[in-house]
C-alpha cells in the first residue's frame, strides 16, 4: 500500500503536468509588462499559486522518497522476481549447476557477497542515485525556503548619517563612513539619468567589529544583512522672517540629478520644493545634454505656504549660500552624504543558498551516472532447475550481451543459449 502510494505521488506525470501548467502560467503573464516578477508574485503571495507550489514541493519529496525506497528495500530473491528481470537462464540441476558454483562464478564478474535463504541477490551501483537525490533535495530545499522567505522576510529602510547609530533587533549598529567615490560632474542626456551606486561604499560597526557594505550583494551583520539602496544629499537648512526663524536638517533624494524633491515643515504649513539644476545644457539634433556638477551642486527652490500653497518665485542657491523666496530668507548649509541603509530579516535565506548549492552539487556529480549506475544478478533454484537473472538500469542492451557471454563461461554455449531468456 505505502509503495503504491508513493508511485502515484511521486510519479513523473504529476511533475510534467505541474511543470507544464507552471510553463502555461509564464507564458499568460508575458502578455503584461515585467512578465517575471508578475510571475513570482503569483507563485508567492496568491491562493492558488502557492497551493501549486506546495504541490510541487510535495511530488518532487515523495518521488525522492519513491527512488530511494524501492532503491534500497531489501530485494526478496523468488523464481517470479529472476523471471521479471531483463535476461535470465534456466540451467537444470542435473548438469552440476548449483549455487555454490554460481556463487565462485559470481565473483570473478566483480559480484560479492553470500548466500542466504537458498538464494543469491547481488547489487553493484545501489548509490548510484545520489547524483539525483541531490538534484531533487537540493530543488526540494530550495523552493520550500523560498516560500517561507516570501512570507516571513522583513525590510526596511533607514535614512543614515556618518556618526549615527541605528538600533536592531540584534543590537545596535553604527555608520562608521561613507565613501561616495561621486564623479565631480555627471552628465545626463535625455530626461531621465541613471546614477550608478557601483562605487558607493560605507563602513558599519556593530557587536566591536567593522563590516564594509555597498549597493552590491547584502553583508550579513549579526542576525541580519545589510546594504546600500541610496544616496543622497544633506543638509542643515535655515528659514528666517522677522521675528522667527526655523531650521531643520534636510536628506534629500536628488539623485540622479533631474530628480525633485518636496520637504515640508508642518508646523509653518511650509513646503520646500528642490530641483538640481545644470551647469550646463549642450543640444545636439534631438539630443539634449545637461551636465551638472555634483561636488557644488546648484539648487532651484520654490516655497510654498499657507493652505493654497503660494508659490514664490524660484531661487537658485548654492551650499553655503542663502536668499529671498517667498518673505522668508532661505539659507542653505554644506552638503553631506548619508545613505538609505536597507535592512533584511530572512531567516530562510541560509537554506535558499543550501539547497542551491545542493542542486549545483547533484549536477556536477550526474555525468557520473553514464558509468555508475545499478547492476543486479540473482540466482534461486527452482524445481530441479537454476535460475540466473541479470539487469541494467541503463544500457539493457549492453547488458544482455555481456550476461549472454558470462552464462557461456559457466554452462557452456549451446546450453546457455537453449537456456537464454530474455524479456521485451
Aim: hydrophobic residues 45%; aromatic residues 12%; contains cysteine.
Amino acid at each position: 500500500m505505502f509503495g503504491k502510494a508513493l508511485r502515484v505521488l511521486g510519479s513523473w506525470w504529476v511533475t510534467a503536468a505541474i511543470l507544464l501548467m507552471l510553463s502555461g502560467i509564464y507564458i499568460s503573464f508575458t502578455f503584461g509588462d515585467n512578465p517575471y516578477a508578475g510571475w513570482a508574485n503569483f507563485l508567492t503571495h496568491s491562493r492558488s499559486g502557492v497551493c501549486l507550489q506546495i504541490c510541487f514541493i510535495l511530488n518532487l519529496l515523495f518521488a525522492s522518497l519513491r527512488i530511494l525506497f524501492f532503491r534500497l528495500r531489501p530485494s526478496p530473491v523468488s523464481p517470479e522476481d529472476v523471471r521479471a528481470m531483463d535476461v535470465y537462464v534456466e540451467l537444470p540441476l542435473s548438469a552440476g549447476h548449483n549455487l555454490q558454483s554460481v556463487f565462485e562464478w559470481t565473483k570473478v564478474h566483480g559480484f560479492t557477497g553470500e548466500i542466504s535463504a537458498g538464494a543469491i541477490n547481488f547489487r553493484k551501483g545501489t548509490l548510484s542515485v545520489l547524483p539525483g537525490t541531490l538534484v531533487r533535495g537540493g530543488l526540494l530545499i530550495f523552493l520550500t525556503a523560498l516560500l517561507f522567505s516570501s512570507h516571513l522576510r522583513t525590510t526596511s529602510e533607514i535614512p543614515l548619517h556618518a556618526g549615527e547609530t541605528v538600533s536592531s533587533p540584534g543590537g545596535a549598529v553604527t555608520l562608521e563612513s561613507i565613501d561616495s567615490h561621486i564623479p565631480e560632474e555627471f552628465f545626463q542626456v535625455g530626461e531621465e539619468g541613471t546614477f550608478s551606486l557601483d562605487g558607493v561604499s560605507a563602513v558599519l560597526r556593530a557587536s566591536g567589529e567593522s563590516h564594509r557594505i555597498s549597493a552590491g550583494l547584502p553583508v550579513r551583520i549579526m542576525d541580519r544583512y545589510f546594504r546600500i539602496s541610496d544616496l543622497g544629499y544633506s543638509y542643515q537648512v535655515g528659514l528666517e522672517e522677522p521675528g522667527q526663524r526655523i531650521e531643520k536638517q534636510l536628506d534629500l533624494n536628488i539623485l540622479p540629478p533631474g530628480r525633485t524633491d518636496i520637504v515640508a515643515f508642518p508646523p509653518q504649513d511650509l513646503l520646500l520644493t528642490f530641483t538640481m539644476q545644470p551647469g550646463k545644457t549642450i543640444t545636439k539634433g534631438l539630443l539634449t545634454g545637461r551636465q551638472f556638477s555634483l561636488i557644488r551642486p546648484v539648487y532651484r527652490i520654490i516655497l510654498q505656504k499657507g493652505k493654497d500653497k503660494d508659490k514664490s518665485e524660484p531661487l537658485t542657491l548654492r551650499p553655503g549660500e542663502s536668499g529671498m523666496a517667498g518673505g522668508f530668507s532661505v539659507s542653505l548649509g554644506k552638503t553631506s552624504l548619508f545613505i538609505k541603509l536597507q535592512s533584511v530579516y530572512d531567516p530562510a535565506l541560509r537554506w535558499i543558498y543550501a539547497g542551491f548549492l545542493l542542486f549545483l552539487a547533484g549536477l556536477v556529480f550526474m555525468p557520473s551516472r553514464f558509468f555508475w549506475y545499478e547492476r543486479q544478478l540473482s540466482a534461486v533454484v527452482c524445481g530441479d532447475a537454476l535460475l540466473i537473472g541479470y539487469r541494467e538500469e541503463f544500457f539493457r542492451k549492453w547488458g544482455i550481451q555481456k550476461f549472454s557471454l558470462w552464462t557461456e563461461e559457466l554452462a557452456g554455449e549451446e546450453e546457455s543459449a537453449a537456456a537464454l531468456r530474455i524479456n521485451p
